[in-house]
């Protein structure tokens, strides 16, 4: 099975409101997380990383959170555009070059 | 810069028959890599490159075969293509080597537009 995963395939969010996607990763070994953005029939684009350091990065408009007691991590958006409509993966590394993905989610902002 | 560039966008292939998905950067990016995403699903690594002469398999190498004679090339053959590999195909590179492209972290994957393969 995959070893990062999304808790859910879908997320509706109106706009202007704040977006937050969840991912749950299982191994303890990795050290390295990337959030990417793919918008349809493109591929996917780096948006946001964080090391096992750290608990919190943020980025413009974007934090990523990381919660290695219970394999946890998030990417908040704030204020979410239009733009932002897309599929959301987390990706997970301990060799800071081969990623593991999840499904993703599917982001469609209501206007 | 053009950055990752895949050719052809889209091929319709007969089962059997075999071809081969270009993939270029001008990065200087030491590193390349391949992936397959199926629909609905995350990308699954098929070959992976750390350098010119090097390769080493992913996840999901069967039915595909990889060369990397240039930094800058990293082709993807299917020798007799099979209905289970219709799917997107996407490249990527990272990891820029002395005189390469920086960005916020030397680990970042940049990934190509894709190649979307249909076996019939």
């Known amino acids: 099975g995959e070893s990062v995963g999304l808790h859910l395939p879908t997320l509706s969010v109106q706009e202007g409101d704040n977006s937050i996607i969840n991912c749950a990763y299982s191994n303890s070994a990795s050290d390295y997380f990337i959030w990417y953005k793919q918008e349809s029939g493109k591929g996917p684009q780096f948006i946001i990383d964080?090391?096992?350091?750290?608990d919190k990065r943020q980025g413009q408009r974007v934090t990523v959170l990381l919660n290695k007691t219970v394999k946890h991590l998030s990417l908040q958006i704030a204020a979410t555009q239009p733009g932002d409509s897309a599929v959301y993966f987390c990706?997970?590394?301990?060799?800071?070059?081969?990623?593991?993905f999840g499904a993703g989610t599917t982001v469609t902002v209501r206007a | 810069n053009a950055g990752v560039t895949q050719t052809p966008k889209f091929r319709i292939l007969k089962i059997g028959q075999s071809m081969t998905l270009q993939c270029t950067q001008d990065?200087?990016?030491?590193?390349m890599y391949w992936y397959r995403q199926d629909p609905g699903m995350g990308l699954k690594l098929i070959y992976y490159?750390?350098?010119?002469?090097?390769?080493d398999k992913g996840e999901v190498p069967n039915g595909y075969n990889v060369s990397r004679s240039t930094t800058e090339d990293f082709p993807l053959r299917l020798e007799l293509a099979a209905p289970s590999q219709t799917s997107v195909y996407f490249c990527a590179s990272s990891y820029p080597i002395a005189g390469g492209r920086l960005r916020s972290s030397y680990n970042e994957q940049f990934f190509g537009p894709g190649t979307r393969l249909t076996v019939l």
């Open positions: 490159s750390v350098g010119a002469g090097i390769t």
């Open positions: 964080i090391r096992s350091n750290m």
């Open positions: 990706a997970e590394t301990f060799n800071d070059y081969k990623l593991s």
């Open positions: 990065m200087n990016h030491n590193y």
